[in-house]
């Protein structure tokens, strides 16, 4: 089985920390050094573990923002 990896290339922002340390959070991550995407979800204090989450390209991202306006 292939390797999975991530980097998380910019951290955006906390939207909330729950009991147990974890963390949802916007950032802009690359998975297998793909082009990075919008990424929420949550993260353990180190970023070793994530949640299920979602991930945006810039496009789904805009149009996101333009659907909240």
Do not use: C, Q
Request: no cysteine; glycine share 6%.
């Amino acid at each position: 089985m292939a390797e999975f990896r991530f980097e998380i290339v910019e951290h955006l922002g906390v939207l909330s920390e729950a009991p147990n340390g974890w963390k949802k959070e916007l950032n802009r991550v690359s998975y297998n050094g793909a082009d990075p995407k919008f990424d929420l979800r949550s993260w353990n204090e180190d970023h070793s573990k994530m949640s299920k989450g979602i991930t945006l390209s810039v496009d789904e991202f805009e149009a996101l923002r333009e659907l909240i306006k």
